[in-house]
Structure formats: C-alpha cells, structure tokens
C-alpha cells in the first residue's frame, strides 16, 4: 500500500471514482476513505476482497487444526474411529451406512 496513492477523502472518491476503480483494479490495493481527516472506510475490489476471504478461511481452519493437535498432545481427545463410533451409536445410525 502507499500512502499518497492509496488514502483519499470521500469526496474525492465521489469525484473520481472510474479513476479509483481502474486503480484499484491494476494495484489490487483497497482505498482508504477518510472523513473530516480520519479514516472511515476501506473500499477494494472484488477479486482481491475474495482473495482476502480465502485467506481467512485458510487461517482459522490451521488454527482449529493447531487446537486439535495441542487438545490431542495434551490428552484431551479421542481418536475419530472412536468418536464416530461412539456418535453412531447414540444417534443409533449403523456403522456400514
């Protein structure tokens, strides 16, 4: 991100904004819309906002891995065949379905 490039009031979005879209387009960097001198809103494109969603998708789902692993290393679960068969059992669903 740079600073003089990528931080602009709201007005000048409202005033720009084919500009700002082609630019965030080539960047892939968000706009940082200030009001009053403060930043307010951050606005980027749908490719990289998606990118960013996939990428926070893949982090909580290491960190509930990470969970496991350190649940398991402290004694603190079961193996999957066991827990599975335990859930069938009270669910009264047959194992060979």
């Given at each position: 991100m740079k600073l003089t490039r990528?931080?602009?009031s709201l007005s000048t979005f409202k005033r720009d904004t084919a500009k700002l879209m082609r630019q965030m387009k080539k960047t892939k960097e968000p706009v940082i819309l200030t009001v009053n001198g403060k930043a307010e809103?951050?606005?980027q494109d749908a490719e990289?906002?998606?990118k960013l969603l996939a990428a926070r998708d893949r982090i909580e789902a290491i960190e509930g891995i990470r969970l496991g692993l350190e649940s398991?290393?402290?004694n603190k679960g079961k193996p999957a065949a066991e827990f599975f068969r335990e859930l069938f059992a009270e669910?009264?669903?047959s194992e060979n379905e």
């Open positions: 990528d931080i602009h809103l951050v606005v990289s906002y998606q398991m290393k402290r669910k009264g669903i």
